[in-house]
């Protein structure tokens, strides 16, 4: 079972920089790492995905060891805006389409 | 605009009157999925589909059915709801297998709140 463990939450200021890890011991060889957010309300939103190493794009940095057994969310220089309950999802291992999301990290931004 | 839609937004209902709420995408993918969300319990995968024809059960497929008869729509039916089934309900879609690189990627629709009296 790919079973993701996340932080319940996390409390930060606006400006900082902001790390959430998720580990995930049995993940699959060929299986990815995705992260959404989602604010009160909404649906969940894609964030960023990465197989090893680190992946940059305009929101986020998501850094992966070399065992890939954790992974790590960074959210530079945060703002009030990015309060909200962030996932890390790797598939149900084993089959091809179920999946655990979690209950992910509630980000509470403060100024 | 891409988009997965779902309707209604809103519903309230009273016990083993049977309903559905339906799910479309237009972003011609393959994987479909519905989820549940209730508090401090994250959120829970109730049915997927592969492709058209395909189903299979998530983790909490108890009193839900769903149908994949169009590649674009995957309604979720309660054919007897309980208040048990109280939740706010995501459909969502990928264009390949949930997760599994960047053809994994889903999108969410807004959201279904759903009442049962």
């Known amino acids: 079972l790919a079973k993701t463990t996340q932080p319940i939450s996390m409390d930060s200021y606006e400006g900082q920089e902001v790390n959430i890890t998720c580990s995930h011991n049995n993940i699959a060889t060929n299986d990815y790492i995705t992260w959404y957010q989602q604010f009160p309300s909404q649906g969940p939103r894609f964030i960023i995905q990465?197989?090893?190493t680190k992946v940059t794009n305009e929101v986020a940095s998501l850094f992966i060891p070399a065992d890939r057994k954790s992974s790590t969310l960074s959210l530079p220089r945060v703002s009030l805006s990015d309060t909200a309950v962030y996932y890390c999802?790797?598939?149900?291992?084993?089959?091809?389409?179920?999946?655990?999301f979690g209950k992910g990290t509630k980000l509470s931004v403060k100024p | 605009e891409a988009q997965v839609t779902q309707n209604p937004r809103y519903l309230i209902t009273v016990t083993g009157k049977k309903l559905t709420v339906t799910c479309s995408q237009n972003?011609?993918?393959?994987?479909m999925s519905w989820y549940r969300q209730d508090p401090g319990l994250g959120l829970r995968q109730i049915y997927y589909?592969?492709?058209?024809?395909?189903?299979d059960k998530g983790d909490v497929p108890e009193g839900y059915k769903v149908s994949r008869k169009e590649k674009r729509n995957f309604p979720l039916i309660l054919e007897s709801p309980s208040p048990n089934q109280t939740s706010l309900y995501f459909c969502a879609s990928s264009l390949g297998r949930g997760a599994g690189g960047p053809r994994g990627v889903q999108y969410f629709g807004p959201g279904t709140r759903l009442t049962v009296l």
């Open positions: 990465g197989y090893k």
């Open positions: 589909s592969m492709n058209v024809e395909v189903t």
């Open positions: 972003m011609n993918h393959e994987y």
């Open positions: 999802l790797v598939p149900f291992m084993g089959s091809q389409g179920n999946l655990i």
